[in-house]
């Protein structure tokens, strides 16, 4: 393995913050998501495979999560209590043998897409065991061990305020990276984030679209930055509606004006998806007579940015030209224009190889498509599309069902990366090309079904190395938990 020199220096500032800060590691590798296009280095021996900055805090966390006394309790004690670490084990299992056997066992019998490293882009062939199908397990296990890492931290004291902090740091640093990739190419610079994209593959960066320069922050185009702002946007929103942080308040207007200026297509259409049950949430607090503050701040913003609107409309005819070329471009003929016919025929092809293996699939990593739960039936097939679906009733299904009364924080906390991990979903659904939903749905999994036994284990008197100490109240843990809100109103 080739180490790159970039990205040892980039986790080792980030490593620097949460020591100092004091945070613990998962702080650290929430944080380090924002870092789209960074590598640790290169692995020959994959076909070049350039695993992510991320696997790096990936093994603290599982090292920090294992490093304690009675450790095997604990883990029996998850999976006592959460039935989803049975599933989530039981998908890894299948995942892997799917990415050894199907490839081989449906050799030649249908086609696939695989991503070439030496310059042809994505291209088709016979279905044949790649190099993807050992990278893209192994990530899918990394994502499924740091499941189940969350779900033993999460029962210590002081967790749920670091995820809540790693939450906030990683959108933090995606804002910064957005605004000075943005900077760079309006002032004529060009990529000044060129170094920290060392992963290995195309980097779609210096590209306009309809005379507007696209963002790709820290990533490698502007889709995925797309996809990302989206997430933070559902985070900061969900947070501040719960809350009144102003902080979130401004790094979700910050997120917004980032996302519109992305010209990604996903971005826009996953807005307007998210956007529909924020309109009826408005909708019915206004039919209750019970409108929250947050909504009615929306509502207030209405007015004045339409009459602006139009009167920049009414004196500048002509100032609109570029922006409704550009949503004709990325949304109203998106499905036309090459690039959109190309991803409709690996979405195609991906259904069909789906009947050509009788339902199983031809294993993780073997072939790419552009939707989520395509990708999902492609290469997991019935079985493993069904464990998934089971993992995502629980995320939609949230905090509802908890024993007792949860805790107003704990409740901003786990509805907030719940957000953000079900508009990664959309955006996903939108573009991605895996059927793996990474860390950034298994973080939140593991957040919302440990939240949801918090008020009862508490009320209980939990064992020490459950929550806290049996002889503290109810309040006392999850004030541990939480620590104090940010920039709260």
């Not at 984030?193 to 005379?211: C, D, F, H, K, S």
């Given at each position: 393995?080739?180490?790159?020199?970039?990205?040892?220096?980039?986790?080792?500032?980030?490593?620097?913050?949460?020591?100092?800060?004091?945070?613990?590691?998962?702080?650290?590798?929430?944080?380090?998501?924002?870092?789209?296009?960074?590598?640790?280095?290169?692995?020959?021996?994959?076909?070049?495979?350039?695993?992510?900055?991320?696997?790096?805090?990936?093994?603290?966390?599982?090292?920090?999560?294992?490093?304690?006394?009675?450790?095997?309790?604990?883990?029996?004690?998850?999976?006592?209590?959460?039935?989803?670490?049975?599933?989530?084990?039981?998908?890894?299992?299948?995942?892997?043998?799917?990415?050894?056997?199907?490839?081989?066992?449906?050799?030649?019998?249908?086609?696939?897409?695989?991503?070439?490293?030496?310059?042809?882009?994505?291209?088709?062939?016979?279905?044949?065991?790649?190099?993807?199908?050992?990278?893209?397990?192994?990530?899918?296990?990394?994502?499924?061990?740091?499941?189940?890492?969350?779900?033993?931290?999460?029962?210590?004291?002081?967790?749920?305020?670091?995820?809540?902090?790693?939450?906030?740091?990683?959108?933090?640093?995606?804002?910064?990276?957005?605004?000075?990739?943005l900077l760079g190419k309006v002032l004529g610079a060009g990529d000044i984030l060129a170094p920290i994209r060392t992963?290995?593959?195309?980097?779609?960066?210096?590209?306009?679209?309809?005379?507007?320069?696209?963002?790709?922050?820290?990533?490698?185009?502007?889709?995925?930055?797309?996809?990302?702002?989206?997430?933070?946007?559902?985070?900061?929103?969900?947070?501040?509606?719960?809350?009144?942080?102003?902080?979130?308040?401004?790094?979700?207007?910050?997120?917004?004006?980032?996302?519109?200026?992305?010209?990604?297509?996903?971005?826009?259409?996953?807005?307007?998806?998210?956007?529909?049950?924020?309109?009826?949430?408005?909708?019915?607090?206004?039919?209750?007579?019970?409108?929250?503050?947050?909504?009615?701040?929306?509502?207030?913003?209405?007015?004045?940015?339409?009459?602006?609107?139009?009167?920049?409309?009414?004196?500048?005819?002509?100032?609109?030209?570029?922006?409704?070329?550009?949503?004709?471009?990325?949304?109203?003929?998106?499905?036309?224009?090459?690039?959109?016919?190309?991803?409709?025929?690996?979405?195609?092809?991906?259904?069909?190889?789906?009947?050509?293996?009788?339902?199983?699939?031809?294993?993780?990593?073997?072939?790419?498509?552009?939707?989520?739960?395509?990708?999902?039936?492609?290469?997991?097939?019935?079985?493993?599309?069904?464990?998934?679906?089971?993992?995502?009733?629980?995320?939609?299904?949230?905090?509802?069902?908890?024993?007792?009364?949860?805790?107003?924080?704990?409740?901003?906390?786990?509805?907030?990366?719940?957000?953000?991990?079900?508009?990664?979903?959309?955006?996903?659904?939108?573009?991605?090309?895996?059927?793996?939903?990474?860390?950034?749905?298994?973080?939140?999994?593991?957040?919302?079904?440990?939240?949801?036994?918090?008020?009862?284990?508490?009320?209980?008197?939990?064992?020490?190395?459950?929550?806290?100490?049996?002889?503290?109240?109810?309040?006392?843990?999850?004030?541990?938990?939480?620590?104090?809100?940010?920039?709260?109103?």
């Amino acid at each position: 393995m080739q180490v790159s020199v970039v990205g040892a220096l980039i986790c080792t500032g980030i490593l620097a913050v949460v020591v100092y800060m004091r945070w613990s590691m998962i702080t650290a590798l929430i944080a380090s998501l924002a870092f789209g296009a960074t590598s640790i280095g290169s692995i020959t021996s994959l076909g070049g495979s350039s695993p992510l900055i991320f696997t790096v805090f990936v093994m603290l966390v599982i090292v920090a999560a294992l490093a304690r006394r009675g450790i095997w309790r604990e883990i029996g004690a998850v999976f006592v209590r959460i039935g989803a670490a049975w599933i989530v084990c039981a998908l890894m299992v299948y995942v892997c043998i799917g990415a050894v056997l199907f490839p081989r066992l449906f050799a030649g019998q249908t086609s696939a897409f695989v991503a070439s490293r030496t310059g042809r882009g994505v291209y088709e062939a016979a279905l044949a065991p790649v190099s993807g199908n050992i990278s893209q397990a192994g990530y899918f296990i990394l994502g499924g061990l740091t499941f189940l890492a969350a779900c033993l931290l999460l029962q210590r004291s002081g967790t749920l305020a670091d995820i809540r902090r790693g939450f906030f740091l990683w959108f933090s640093l995606h804002v910064l990276m957005g605004v000075l990739d943005l900077l760079g190419k309006v002032l004529g610079a060009g990529d000044i984030l060129a170094p920290i994209r060392t992963a290995n593959y195309a980097m779609l960066t210096q590209v306009t679209e309809a005379g507007f320069w696209r963002i790709a922050g820290a990533f490698s185009e502007a889709s995925a930055f797309g996809a990302e702002s989206l997430a933070g946007l559902a985070f900061t929103y969900t947070y501040w509606r719960k809350t009144g942080s102003k902080y979130a308040l401004g790094l979700g207007a910050a997120l917004f004006v980032l996302l519109l200026l992305s010209t990604s297509s996903t971005a826009y259409v996953g807005l307007a998806i998210v956007s529909v049950p924020v309109f009826f949430s408005i909708v019915k607090s206004l039919a209750s007579g019970r409108l929250r503050s947050a909504e009615a701040l929306l509502i207030a913003l209405l007015p004045p940015l339409l009459l602006s609107a139009m009167a920049a409309g009414l004196f500048y005819p002509h100032f609109f030209d570029p922006v409704l070329q550009l949503f004709d471009t990325t949304v109203v003929n998106k499905l036309t224009s090459a690039s959109g016919q190309e991803r409709s025929y690996w979405n195609y092809k991906s259904l069909q190889s789906f009947f050509d293996t009788g339902g199983l699939g031809v294993g993780l990593g073997s072939s790419r498509a552009s939707s989520w739960p395509i990708a999902l039936l492609s290469q997991l097939g019935l079985f493993g599309t069904a464990m998934m679906a089971v993992l995502l009733a629980m995320l939609v299904r949230g905090l509802r069902g908890g024993r007792g009364r949860i805790d107003t924080e704990v409740d901003a906390i786990a509805s907030s990366v719940r957000a953000c991990a079900l508009a990664a979903l959309v955006a996903a659904s939108l573009s991605s090309g895996s059927a793996d939903p990474g860390i950034v749905f298994l973080i939140p999994l593991a957040v919302v079904l440990v939240s949801r036994r918090l008020p009862d284990d508490s009320a209980a008197g939990a064992p020490a190395r459950t929550l806290q100490h049996s002889r503290d109240s109810s309040e006392d843990v999850i004030q541990s938990q939480v620590g104090t809100v940010p920039g709260r109103a």
